[in-house]
């Protein structure tokens, strides 16, 4: 089965369980009542499983990413630039990306990824 990037805008159990793994810490329930056209939830799922997700907030033209995780079992392997890749590309009215440095991965690491996404850093944070 093929990796696809999907916008979430509600939660199955198996999305819930998966998202766990994601980000244990979360409130999955808190975090489906937020969602909307302004704020969305996107994943990386492959057999039926979310590997990676990122929180999204949309507003007139910029967009701003925060939270993006891949599991740790999947890193290394291309998921989480494929996530980044797409929802840029399903998002063609957003001009202006920026990235939340919020993850749990050391900093050279979201350096060297957010490079590879095309973003630079400006005060302090990642813009594309």
Not at 6 to 30: F, G, M, T
Not at 63 to 76: I, M
Not at 91 to 107: E, F, K, R, Y
Request: charged share 25%; glycine share 6%; with cysteine.
């Amino acid at each position: 089965m093929k990796l696809t990037i999907i916008r979430l805008q509600q939660c199955s159990e198996q999305d819930r369980s998966d998202l766990k793994k994601i980000w244990p810490q979360a409130d999955i329930d808190a975090l489906e009542t937020q969602l909307d056209d302004q704020f969305r939830l996107y994943a990386a799922r492959f057999n039926d499983r979310l590997l990676a997700a990122v929180r999204v907030e949309v507003r007139t033209g910029q967009g701003r990413l925060s939270q993006l995780e891949v599991r740790e079992v999947t890193r290394r392997r291309g998921v989480g630039l494929y996530l980044l890749e797409e929802v840029v590309a399903q998002n063609p009215d957003v001009a202006h990306w920026s990235v939340c440095i919020d993850g749990t991965s050391a900093p050279e690491v979201i350096a060297a990824f957010m490079q590879a996404g095309g973003f630079k850093q400006q005060n302090g944070e990642w813009l594309k």
